[in-house]
């Protein structure tokens, strides 16, 4: 039975990232309101739906412990799974961000 495994730090931190998600989401739906509509909250809620996928491996890893080899077969997908998710958001943090910047432009450019 392992002790201290990377799926007991990404089981949580997994969860946060879904909030991080969540919140996003959130931003974009105030920011559409103002500025029109975009995808990026669409492409948040991918990402958090990869991080609850990672935070699910993570918990059957710990839950599945006993089984050393299949425990460590899906901690490592897990942290596979936890990875893209990163990218993900990293990648719709961009987008937000780019959305915002082009719609001031096209306000600065109107007024």
């Not at 969860?15 to 492409?43: F, N, P, Q, W």
């Not at 599945?64 to 993900?88: C, H, M, N, P, Q």
């Amino acid at each position: 039975m392992r002790s201290e495994t990377l799926a007991s730090h990404i089981l949580p931190v997994s969860g946060t990232m879904i909030g991080v998600c969540v919140t996003l989401i959130g931003l974009v739906k105030l920011a559409e309101a103002r500025h029109g509509t975009s995808h990026v909250d669409e492409y948040a809620a991918l990402a958090a739906i990869t991080f609850l996928a990672s935070a699910l491996t993570s918990y059957l890893s710990m839950r599945y412990s006993d089984r050393e080899k299949l425990s460590v077969r899906i901690e490592r997908f897990a942290d596979t799974i936890f990875l893209w998710g990163l990218v993900g958001i990293t990648l719709v943090a961009t987008l937000f961000a780019r959305s915002e910047e082009h719609t001031s432009e096209l306000q600065s450019h109107h007024d």
